[in-house]
Every structure is written in structure tokens, then in C-alpha cells.
């Protein structure tokens, strides 16, 4: 004897994409945060305990020169300001906005590059000199990794919102979620600023 299937809860009215931490997406990008984050943190535990043995730090090159980092860092901090107003106009719906803003962020992810390319030589070492070498350019080499993969997505996301899934509410959840990673790029920068730049002046 089979029984009548009755539903337990009708969810037919419910939208079919959610934003923010109603997003399966969401989610996922924390948890890829949370990842990257975890191994920013194992650099950073290392550089300090390389500095911690050694007699001389920097190890055969003097301290490395802040400018062209203080220039990164300034266009990183800068950039948070479009980079929220486009996560708001991606809530809103706005899609003209968001084209704009998407724009905006692509540059703010191109121009960095720029005093990036002399953060290199601004190390006064190569990465295989020796230790310290390794580690400052494999800080520097992740950090600008994360910056391109967050510049790539940003360009993949500007050309969806130029077409009609451009009001699609998944891809403007997308654009929010590009948007949290951005913020965690430049938060990361910041403690990696500090190492790069500030251990070998205090010590």
C-alpha cells in the first residue's frame, strides 16, 4: 500500500539565487580566504623565524627601500572606497553602476602592478641569494598572485555585466563576493608591508 507524498515545506516562493551568506558562493570564497589566509600566515611565521636566527637581518643586502611599496600599499587602501560602493550597487541591483565601478576596480587592479614591478629590485636581492631573499620575494610573488587572480576575475565579471546576464542576481552576487576578495587582498598586504618593511628597521 503506498501512501500520498506530502511535502514537508513549500519553498516555490523562495528567490533562486541568494547574496551574501545566503549564497552557497559566499561561502565558498570564505572559505577560500581562510585557506589563503592560513598560508600568508605560515609565510609570515617564517620570515619572522628566519630573522629571529639570524645575526644580521636582511641577510647580505640592506633594508629594502619603502617607497615603491608605500605607493602600493596607498593604491590598495584607496581602492577599498569604489571597491564598497561596487559590493552596494551589486545589492541594489544598480548594473549601470556596477559596469562603472568594475571599471574603476580594473584599474585600481592594473595600476598596482606598476610599483610592484620596482618592489623586486627595491629588495636589494635576488630570491635565490639566500634565505631571506627566498622568503621576501615568495611573500611578494604570492601577494601579486592573489592581486592578478582578483584583476582577472575582476575583467571575466565586467565583460558578464556588459551582456544580459549583467542583471542576473547570481552574477551580481558574484560581483559582491569579488568584492570580499578584494578586501582580503589588501588586508593581507598590510601584516606582509609590516614584515617586509618594518622588521629590518627595528631589528
Do not use: K
Not at 585557506?35 to 623565524?49: D, K, M
Not at 584583476?151 to 569579488?178: E, K, S, W, Y
Not at 570580499?180 to 622588521?199: D, E, K, R, S
Amino acid at each position: 500500500m503506498t501512501h500520498p507524498v506530502r511535502p514537508v515545506l513549500d519553498v516555490s516562493d523562495l528567490p533562486l539565487h541568494g547574496s551574501g551568506s545566503a549564497s552557497p558562493t559566499w561561502w565558498g570564497t570564505l572559505a577560500f580566504m581562510l585557506i589563503e589566509g592560513t598560508g600568508f600566515v605560515l609565510l609570515i611565521a617564517v620570515y619572522l623565524y628566519l630573522a629571529s636566527l639570524a645575526s644580521t637581518w636582511p641577510l647580505g643586502a640592506p633594508a629594502p627601500a619603502p617607497w615603491a611599496g608605500i605607493a602600493f600599499s596607498a593604491l590598495l587602501l584607496v581602492s577599498l572606497v569604489p571597491n564598497f560602493l561596487v559590493a552596494r550597487w551589486a545589492e541594489r541591483r544598480d548594473v549601470r553602476r556596477v559596469r562603472i565601478g568594475l571599471v574603476i576596480m580594473t584599474l585600481f587592479g592594473v595600476v598596482p602592478l606598476v610599483p610592484r614591478a620596482f618592489e623586486f629590485p627595491a629588495l636589494h636581492v635576488m630570491w635565490d641569494s639566500n634565505a631571506y631573499g627566498s622568503i621576501t620575494w615568495t611573500l611578494l610573488g604570492l601577494h601579486t598572485t592573489h592581486l592578478v587572480t582578483d584583476l582577472i576575475d575582476t575583467i571575466v565579471l565586467l565583460a558578464l555585466m556588459c551582456t544580459r546576464h549583467g542583471a542576473n542576481p547570481r552574477r551580481l552576487g558574484d560581483v559582491q563576493d569579488n568584492a570580499l576578495y578584494w578586501n582580503f587582498v589588501v588586508v593581507t598586504w598590510l601584516p606582509i608591508f609590516a614584515c617586509i618593511y618594518g622588521v629590518p628597521w627595528l631589528l
